[in-house]
T-cell receptor, first 116, second 116 residues
């Protein structure tokens, strides 16, 4: 089974609208972390936001927020007031369990295109 | 502070040659992770190293691939006798000693390997 599932291969959104990128995960660990990264066409990986499994509040970072629904195992990224510069690939990732090993498992990504 | 440095940024090799990819982590970071991204896919974990030790190589192909992180100098990912299927972007990430308050995994800009 896929550990991270991103069901939207591509999305087109009008500039200034909000956008939600879906991510569901699968783990049996009680302690885990969820990450979102942005990959623009230049190729680098840009960290956006982090949510820990024990965090009671949804993470927020500027225009980014993470809609964390633990029982449903979903960690959707919400971008408010989208901008042209938000056009990029977005990857959801998970770090599981054991203390010390920070390896991440990535989803297949969503290509977001912002339309002027 | 300099972030994670990778070189070269682009590498072209002919089938059968060797590829050596270098990664200098963020200063003070003792954990290095290598990931591979095939075209139009997400990143896949390859290996996790600490200084002079391989901690987790569960994602490394059994043959031709090796990695090291010596006491002095950068981490090296080495691919012997490259084949066309090795063409991909290879990302290095680093993190500090375990600290749950700092959850960002810092990625380098990647090395794009093309095998002719």
């Amino acid at each position: 089974a896929q550990k991270i599932t991103q069901t939207q291969p591509g999305m087109f959104v009008q500039e200034k609208e909000a956008v939600t990128l879906d991510c569901t995960y699968d783990t049996s660990d009680q302690s885990y972390g969820l990450f979102w990264y942005k990959q623009p066409s230049s190729g680098e990986m840009i960290f956006l936001i982090y949510q820990g499994s024990y965090d009671e509040q949804n993470a927020t970072e500027g225009r980014y927020s993470l809609n964390f629904q633990k029982a449903r195992k979903s960690a959707n990224l919400v971008i408010s007031a989208s901008q042209l510069g938000d056009s990029a690939m977005y990857f959801c990732a998970m770090r599981e369990g054991s203390w010390g090993n920070e390896k991440l498992t990535f989803g297949t990504g969503t290509r977001l295109t912002i339309i002027p | 502070n300099a972030g994670v440095m990778q070189n070269p940024r682009h590498l072209v090799r002919r089938r059968g040659q060797e590829a050596r990819l270098r990664c200098s982590p963020v200063k003070g970071h003792s954990h290095v992770y290598w990931y591979r991204q095939l075209p139009e896919e997400g990143l896949k974990f390859m290996v996790y190293l600490q200084k002079e030790n391989i901690i987790d190589e569960s994602g490394m192909p059994k043959e031709r691939f090796s990695a090291e992180f010596p006491k002095e100098g950068p981490s090296i990912l080495r691919i012997q006798q490259v084949v066309r299927g090795d063409s991909a972007a290879y990302f290095c990430a680093s993190s500090p000693l375990r600290d749950r308050a700092n959850n960002e995994q810092f990625f380098g800009p990647g090395t794009r390997l093309t095998v002719l």
